[in-house]
């Protein structure tokens, strides 16, 4: 069984336990130090409501990234060809996933902002808007978190 434990800050992709390289479009994937700390500028996102090994040291609050995304017209004409032939919309899932990352990213800075290092709980939503507009919403709870001592 595969453990995902982040993913590629260039494309986005999902990376595998111990990867040295993001299967998806090659980057090298920097490894995370046991004793890593994160800081302010550096934002941990997790979909879980702890982070292990660290401890929450104050809660700021719910913060919000949207991203709303449509397609233009030689997209939705290139995705309307692949449609007829069956399979992946590449032509779309490259929009979704940009719209993605670009929903976290703005869910980050708000918790910068705020003084947070991590954002705890992160929920992914996506709707539609006017049947041409694609709506992605990243919420999540902005927290201060610092390593939890090590038992000796």
């Not at 590629?8 to 336990?17: D, F, L, S, T």
């Not at 995304?69 to 939705?76: I, M, P």
């Not at 996933?97 to 996506?126: C, F, H, S, Y």
Request: proline share 4%; with cysteine; hydrophobic share 40%.
């Amino acid at each position: 069984m595969v453990k995902i434990l982040s993913f590629c800050k260039v494309c986005g992709a999902q990376i595998p336990e111990n990867a040295k390289f993001c299967p998806k479009c090659g980057a090298a994937v920097e490894a995370t130090p046991a004793s890593y700390m994160p800081t302010t500028s550096e934002v941990i996102v997790v979909t879980t409501p702890t982070v292990s090994g660290y401890r929450v040291t104050k809660v700021f609050g719910v913060v919000t990234g949207l991203t709303p995304r449509s397609r233009g017209v030689l997209g939705k004409f290139i995705g309307g060809i692949q449609s007829m032939l069956g399979g992946e919309i590449t032509a779309f899932t490259t929009e979704i996933e940009k719209a993605r990352r670009e929903a976290i990213e703005r869910l980050k800075d708000q918790a910068r902002a705020l003084g947070a290092n991590a954002i705890i709980g992160l929920d992914m939503e996506t709707s539609d808007l006017l049947q041409t507009i694609i709506v992605i919403s990243a919420t999540g709870t902005a927290v201060l978190i610092e390593k939890e001592a090590q038992a000796t």
